[in-house]
Protein backbone atom coordinates (compact mmCIF):
# COMPACT_ATOMS: atom_id res chain seq x y z
CA UNK A 1 0.00 0.00 0.00
CA UNK A 2 2.89 2.57 0.91
CA UNK A 3 4.58 1.78 -2.88
CA UNK A 4 1.53 2.29 -4.18
CA UNK A 5 0.31 5.64 -2.88
CA UNK A 6 4.09 6.55 -3.13
CA UNK A 7 3.51 5.42 -6.80
CA UNK A 8 0.24 7.92 -7.33
CA UNK A 9 2.40 10.72 -5.66
CA UNK A 10 4.91 10.65 -8.25
CA UNK A 11 2.58 10.36 -11.03
CA UNK A 12 0.33 13.58 -9.33
CA UNK A 13 3.92 15.45 -9.58
CA UNK A 14 4.56 14.82 -12.44
CA UNK A 15 0.76 16.28 -14.26
CA UNK A 16 0.71 19.60 -15.26
CA UNK A 17 -0.93 22.41 -12.82
CA UNK A 18 -4.31 22.67 -15.48
CA UNK A 19 -4.46 18.47 -14.92
CA UNK A 20 -4.39 18.74 -11.46
CA UNK A 21 -6.33 21.28 -10.84
CA UNK A 22 -8.88 19.63 -13.03
CA UNK A 23 -8.43 16.19 -10.49
CA UNK A 24 -8.86 18.48 -7.72
CA UNK A 25 -12.16 19.43 -8.49
CA UNK A 26 -13.34 16.42 -9.79
CA UNK A 27 -12.95 14.58 -6.67
CA UNK A 28 -14.17 17.53 -4.62
CA UNK A 29 -17.63 17.41 -6.87
CA UNK A 30 -17.64 13.14 -6.58
CA UNK A 31 -17.13 13.54 -3.08
CA UNK A 32 -19.93 15.54 -2.52
CA UNK A 33 -22.26 14.14 -4.24
CA UNK A 34 -21.68 10.64 -3.00
CA UNK A 35 -21.80 11.74 0.54
CA UNK A 36 -25.16 13.38 0.21
CA UNK A 37 -26.50 10.13 -1.91
CA UNK A 38 -25.24 8.53 1.16
CA UNK A 39 -26.28 10.55 4.02
CA UNK A 40 -28.79 12.94 2.59
CA UNK A 41 -30.64 13.50 6.35
CA UNK A 42 -27.21 14.49 7.63
CA UNK A 43 -26.39 17.02 5.57
CA UNK A 44 -29.91 18.23 4.47
CA UNK A 45 -28.09 20.12 0.53
CA UNK A 46 -25.49 19.02 -1.16
CA UNK A 47 -23.33 22.34 -0.26
CA UNK A 48 -23.38 20.94 3.14
CA UNK A 49 -21.79 17.55 2.13
CA UNK A 50 -19.13 19.97 -0.29
CA UNK A 51 -18.33 21.87 3.01
CA UNK A 52 -18.30 18.77 4.94
CA UNK A 53 -15.72 17.37 2.28
CA UNK A 54 -13.37 20.33 2.62
CA UNK A 55 -12.95 20.60 6.05
CA UNK A 56 -12.29 16.85 5.97
CA UNK A 57 -9.73 17.49 3.51
CA UNK A 58 -8.26 20.47 5.40
CA UNK A 59 -8.29 19.00 8.73
CA UNK A 60 -10.30 21.38 10.32
CA UNK A 61 -13.01 18.95 11.74
CA UNK A 62 -15.26 21.14 13.16
CA UNK A 63 -17.74 18.59 14.17
CA UNK A 64 -21.09 20.03 12.85
CA UNK A 65 -21.45 17.18 10.19
CA UNK A 66 -19.89 13.75 10.44
CA UNK A 67 -21.09 10.62 9.01
CA UNK A 68 -23.31 8.04 10.25
CA UNK A 69 -23.58 4.97 8.33
CA UNK A 70 -20.97 2.37 7.34
CA UNK A 71 -20.81 3.89 4.01
CA UNK A 72 -20.81 7.55 4.91
CA UNK A 73 -17.34 6.57 7.48
CA UNK A 74 -15.56 4.39 4.75
CA UNK A 75 -15.85 7.68 2.44
CA UNK A 76 -14.51 9.71 5.44
CA UNK A 77 -11.52 7.13 5.31
CA UNK A 78 -11.31 7.38 1.41
CA UNK A 79 -10.79 11.29 1.85
CA UNK A 80 -8.40 11.39 4.40
CA UNK A 81 -6.02 8.94 2.09
CA UNK A 82 -6.55 11.11 -0.74
CA UNK A 83 -8.19 14.08 -0.33
CA UNK A 84 -5.52 15.27 2.47
CA UNK A 85 -2.68 14.42 0.34
CA UNK A 86 -4.61 15.93 -2.95
CA UNK A 87 -5.01 19.96 -1.51
CA UNK A 88 -1.89 19.29 -0.07
CA UNK A 89 -0.12 18.59 -3.60
CA UNK A 90 -2.52 21.31 -4.94
CA UNK A 91 -1.33 23.93 -2.54
CA UNK A 92 2.09 23.29 -3.09
CA UNK A 93 1.57 24.20 -6.82
CA UNK A 94 0.19 27.16 -5.90
CA UNK A 95 3.19 27.74 -3.43
CA UNK A 96 5.55 26.96 -6.26
CA UNK A 97 3.25 29.04 -9.26
CA UNK A 98 3.95 32.22 -6.74
CA UNK A 99 7.30 31.42 -6.71
CA UNK A 100 7.96 31.15 -9.91
CA UNK A 101 6.22 33.77 -11.17
CA UNK A 102 8.63 36.02 -8.63
CA UNK A 103 11.54 34.13 -10.10
CA UNK A 104 10.77 34.79 -13.45
CA UNK A 105 9.67 38.73 -12.66
CA UNK A 106 13.29 38.97 -11.14
CA UNK A 107 15.01 37.50 -13.91
CA UNK A 108 12.93 39.28 -16.68
CA UNK A 109 11.38 36.69 -18.47
CA UNK A 110 7.72 38.05 -17.80
CA UNK A 111 6.06 40.60 -20.56
CA UNK A 112 4.36 43.62 -19.75
CA UNK A 113 0.52 44.25 -20.50
CA UNK A 114 0.27 48.06 -19.11
CA UNK A 115 -0.13 51.04 -20.92
CA UNK A 116 1.11 54.56 -20.73
CA UNK A 117 4.20 53.71 -18.48
CA UNK A 118 7.82 54.43 -18.98
CA UNK A 119 10.86 52.54 -20.65
CA UNK A 120 14.08 53.03 -19.44
CA UNK A 121 16.72 51.39 -21.75
CA UNK A 122 20.30 50.36 -20.22
CA UNK A 123 20.92 50.68 -16.45
CA UNK A 124 23.12 52.86 -14.63
CA UNK A 125 23.06 55.28 -11.72
CA UNK A 126 21.69 58.08 -13.98
CA UNK A 127 18.67 55.64 -14.97
CA UNK A 128 18.23 55.04 -11.32
CA UNK A 129 17.82 58.84 -10.55
CA UNK A 130 15.87 59.23 -13.31
CA UNK A 131 13.34 56.49 -12.21
CA UNK A 132 13.58 57.83 -8.27
CA UNK A 133 12.72 61.50 -9.72
CA UNK A 134 9.65 60.23 -11.66
CA UNK A 135 8.25 58.33 -9.20
CA UNK A 136 8.71 61.41 -6.81
CA UNK A 137 6.89 63.66 -9.42
CA UNK A 138 4.12 61.00 -10.50
CA UNK A 139 3.70 58.66 -7.86
CA UNK A 140 1.37 56.44 -9.83
CA UNK A 141 3.89 56.28 -13.01
CA UNK A 142 4.30 52.48 -14.10
CA UNK A 143 7.98 51.76 -15.92
CA UNK A 144 9.94 48.93 -17.45
CA UNK A 145 13.68 48.87 -17.02
CA UNK A 146 14.99 46.90 -20.23
CA UNK A 147 18.46 46.15 -19.58
CA UNK A 148 21.04 43.01 -20.87
CA UNK A 149 21.72 42.06 -16.82
CA UNK A 150 20.26 39.14 -15.45
CA UNK A 151 18.67 40.30 -12.68
CA UNK A 152 16.23 42.98 -11.84
CA UNK A 153 17.98 45.97 -10.99
CA UNK A 154 15.42 48.02 -9.22
CA UNK A 155 12.61 46.56 -7.14
CA UNK A 156 9.85 48.08 -6.62
CA UNK A 157 6.03 47.17 -7.21
CA UNK A 158 5.88 49.85 -10.10
CA UNK A 159 8.95 48.98 -11.49
CA UNK A 160 9.01 45.96 -13.87
CA UNK A 161 12.23 44.28 -15.56
CA UNK A 162 12.68 43.01 -19.10
CA UNK A 163 15.82 41.30 -19.67
CA UNK A 164 17.54 41.35 -23.23
CA UNK A 165 18.91 43.39 -25.78
CA UNK A 166 16.84 46.55 -26.10
CA UNK A 167 17.53 47.19 -29.82
CA UNK A 168 15.50 43.21 -30.82
CA UNK A 169 11.97 44.14 -31.46
CA UNK A 170 10.95 41.17 -29.64
CA UNK A 171 12.22 42.35 -26.28
CA UNK A 172 10.79 45.77 -26.91
CA UNK A 173 7.64 44.18 -27.78
CA UNK A 174 7.72 42.43 -24.51
CA UNK A 175 8.39 45.53 -22.75
CA UNK A 176 5.32 46.99 -24.29
CA UNK A 177 6.85 49.63 -26.36
CA UNK A 178 4.12 49.77 -28.77
CA UNK A 179 1.54 51.10 -25.59
CA UNK A 180 4.21 52.83 -24.09
CA UNK A 181 3.98 57.30 -22.88
CA UNK A 182 7.75 57.77 -23.55
CA UNK A 183 10.77 55.93 -24.04
CA UNK A 184 14.25 57.17 -22.41
CA UNK A 185 17.72 55.66 -23.84
CA UNK A 186 20.60 56.25 -21.41
CA UNK A 187 24.42 55.67 -23.02
CA UNK A 188 25.14 52.13 -22.10
CA UNK A 189 28.25 52.76 -19.96
CA UNK A 190 29.60 49.19 -20.36
CA UNK A 191 30.99 50.50 -23.63
CA UNK A 192 34.27 52.07 -23.44
CA UNK A 193 34.21 53.99 -27.07
CA UNK A 194 31.95 56.78 -27.20
CA UNK A 195 30.91 56.20 -30.90
CA UNK A 196 30.16 52.57 -30.00
CA UNK A 197 27.87 54.24 -27.39
CA UNK A 198 26.01 56.27 -29.67
CA UNK A 199 25.91 53.52 -32.32
CA UNK A 200 24.13 51.68 -30.23
CA UNK A 201 21.91 54.35 -28.75
CA UNK A 202 21.27 55.10 -32.53
CA UNK A 203 19.96 51.24 -33.23
CA UNK A 204 17.84 51.00 -30.46
CA UNK A 205 16.25 54.31 -31.75
CA UNK A 206 15.66 52.47 -34.59
CA UNK A 207 14.26 50.03 -33.71
CA UNK A 208 12.02 52.02 -31.42
CA UNK A 209 10.52 54.48 -34.35
CA UNK A 210 10.13 51.32 -36.54
CA UNK A 211 7.68 49.45 -33.91
CA UNK A 212 6.30 52.35 -31.98
CA UNK A 213 6.99 55.74 -34.07
CA UNK A 214 4.38 57.49 -31.52
CA UNK A 215 6.42 56.97 -29.00
CA UNK A 216 8.40 60.36 -26.93
CA UNK A 217 11.77 59.01 -27.31
CA UNK A 218 14.66 60.78 -24.99
CA UNK A 219 18.09 60.14 -25.93
CA UNK A 220 21.54 60.42 -24.05
CA UNK A 221 24.09 61.19 -26.64
CA UNK A 222 27.91 60.74 -25.81
CA UNK A 223 29.28 62.74 -28.94
CA UNK A 224 27.90 66.14 -30.40
CA UNK A 225 28.93 65.31 -34.10
CA UNK A 226 26.27 61.96 -33.68
CA UNK A 227 23.48 64.59 -32.89
CA UNK A 228 22.08 65.11 -36.88
CA UNK A 229 22.08 61.43 -37.32
CA UNK A 230 19.35 61.41 -34.68
CA UNK A 231 17.91 63.99 -35.62
CA UNK A 232 17.03 61.64 -38.94
CA UNK A 233 16.23 58.86 -36.90
CA UNK A 234 13.01 61.00 -35.31
CA UNK A 235 13.98 61.34 -31.89
CA UNK A 236 12.17 63.72 -29.90
CA UNK A 237 15.06 64.69 -27.82
CA UNK A 238 18.04 64.43 -26.48
CA UNK A 239 20.52 65.28 -23.86
CA UNK A 240 24.38 65.45 -24.27
CA UNK A 241 26.05 63.20 -21.68
CA UNK A 242 28.05 65.28 -19.05
CA UNK A 243 27.22 68.58 -21.14
CA UNK A 244 24.80 70.05 -18.19
CA UNK A 245 27.18 69.13 -15.58
CA UNK A 246 30.22 70.87 -17.52
CA UNK A 247 27.55 73.91 -18.10
CA UNK A 248 26.42 74.55 -14.31
CA UNK A 249 29.98 74.23 -13.29
CA UNK A 250 31.03 77.43 -15.58
CA UNK A 251 27.79 79.16 -14.43
CA UNK A 252 28.95 78.25 -10.57
CA UNK A 253 32.04 79.82 -11.64
CA UNK A 254 30.71 83.01 -12.94
CA UNK A 255 27.74 83.57 -10.91
CA UNK A 256 27.56 82.59 -7.57
CA UNK A 257 24.51 80.73 -6.31
CA UNK A 258 23.31 80.32 -9.72
CA UNK A 259 23.45 76.65 -9.45
CA UNK A 260 20.55 76.59 -6.95
CA UNK A 261 18.50 77.54 -9.41
CA UNK A 262 19.03 75.17 -11.87
CA UNK A 263 19.06 72.65 -9.10
CA UNK A 264 15.31 72.99 -7.97
CA UNK A 265 14.13 73.19 -12.08
CA UNK A 266 16.23 69.93 -12.42
CA UNK A 267 14.32 68.26 -9.47
CA UNK A 268 10.99 68.51 -8.22
CA UNK A 269 11.59 67.28 -4.81
CA UNK A 270 12.98 70.99 -4.05
CA UNK A 271 11.46 74.98 -4.65
CA UNK A 272 10.21 75.46 -8.18
CA UNK A 273 9.92 73.92 -10.91
CA UNK A 274 9.08 73.99 -14.72
CA UNK A 275 5.40 72.59 -15.55
CA UNK A 276 3.27 72.92 -18.62
CA UNK A 277 -0.28 75.00 -18.51
CA UNK A 278 -2.98 74.50 -20.45
CA UNK A 279 -3.87 77.80 -22.90
CA UNK A 280 -7.01 79.53 -21.48
CA UNK A 281 -9.82 80.52 -23.76
CA UNK A 282 -9.43 83.89 -22.18
CA UNK A 283 -5.74 84.49 -23.30
CA UNK A 284 -5.52 85.88 -26.39
CA UNK A 285 -1.83 87.04 -26.67
CA UNK A 286 1.34 86.27 -24.54
CA UNK A 287 0.89 89.11 -22.62
CA UNK A 288 -3.05 87.60 -21.37
CA UNK A 289 -1.42 84.48 -20.05
CA UNK A 290 1.67 86.42 -18.55
CA UNK A 291 -0.63 88.67 -16.26
CA UNK A 292 -2.58 85.87 -15.22
CA UNK A 293 0.06 83.16 -14.40
CA UNK A 294 1.62 85.96 -12.39
CA UNK A 295 -1.26 86.67 -10.26
CA UNK A 296 -1.59 83.11 -9.22
CA UNK A 297 1.76 83.30 -8.56
CA UNK A 298 3.68 81.75 -11.54
CA UNK A 299 6.09 82.86 -14.09
CA UNK A 300 5.31 81.91 -17.73
CA UNK A 301 8.59 81.23 -19.30
CA UNK A 302 8.29 79.93 -22.90
CA UNK A 303 6.25 78.37 -25.55
CA UNK A 304 7.92 74.68 -26.22
CA UNK A 305 11.26 75.74 -26.64
CA UNK A 306 11.29 79.60 -27.38
CA UNK A 307 11.85 81.72 -24.17
CA UNK A 308 11.90 84.79 -25.59
CA UNK A 309 8.22 85.48 -25.39
CA UNK A 310 8.50 88.27 -23.01
CA UNK A 311 9.81 90.27 -25.92
CA UNK A 312 6.44 89.79 -28.10
CA UNK A 313 3.92 89.79 -25.50
CA UNK A 314 1.68 91.74 -27.59
CA UNK A 315 1.29 88.73 -30.18
CA UNK A 316 -0.95 86.51 -29.90
CA UNK A 317 -0.79 82.87 -28.61
CA UNK A 318 -1.09 80.57 -31.61
CA UNK A 319 -3.46 77.60 -31.59
CA UNK A 320 -0.78 74.76 -31.07
CA UNK A 321 1.17 77.02 -28.55
CA UNK A 322 2.34 74.64 -25.32
CA UNK A 323 3.27 77.06 -22.59
CA UNK A 324 5.53 76.57 -20.23
CA UNK A 325 5.22 78.04 -16.45
CA UNK A 326 7.37 78.20 -13.18
CA UNK A 327 6.41 78.21 -9.93
CA UNK A 328 5.85 75.26 -6.74
CA UNK A 329 4.16 72.19 -7.23
CA UNK A 330 1.43 73.85 -4.95
CA UNK A 331 0.40 76.46 -7.17
CA UNK A 332 0.80 74.30 -10.15
CA UNK A 333 -2.39 72.07 -8.43
CA UNK A 334 -4.16 75.54 -7.79
CA UNK A 335 -3.68 76.40 -11.26
CA UNK A 336 -4.55 73.36 -13.09
CA UNK A 337 -7.74 72.48 -10.38
CA UNK A 338 -10.34 73.60 -13.05
CA UNK A 339 -8.19 73.10 -16.20
Same mark, same amino acid.
Given at each position: ??? #? ?14 ? &???? *????? !? ?34 ? *??? %? ?25 ? &? ?8 ? /? ?10 ? %???? $? ?54 ? $? ?12 ? $? ?28 ? &? ?7 ? #??? @? ?5 ? !?? %?? @? ?22 ? /? ?24 ? !?????? !? ?7 ? &? ?19 ? @? ?9
Amino acid at each position: MPL #FLHSLSLKLLRLKNSA &IFFF *FISFL !LITSTLAYMLEPDTFGNWFNALYWVMTTMATVGYGD *FFA %HTFAGKLLTILIYIFGIGLLSLIIGKI &IDSVGQFHRQ /RRAGKLKYYGKQ %HFVF $INWSKKARYAIEELLTISPAAQIVIIDEADQHPYEHDQVHFVSGDPSSGDILEKAG $IASAQAAVIFADNR $IDEPSLVDGKSLLIVSSIESIAPQVHTTVE &IMLEKHIQN #FKH @ANVNEFV !LS %HD @AVARLAVRSALNDGSVEIFSQLLS /RQHGADVFPVPVSPQWRTYEDAFLSL !LKQGAT !LISDRGDMS &INTKLQEPIPADAKLYMVCDI @ATYKQITKGA
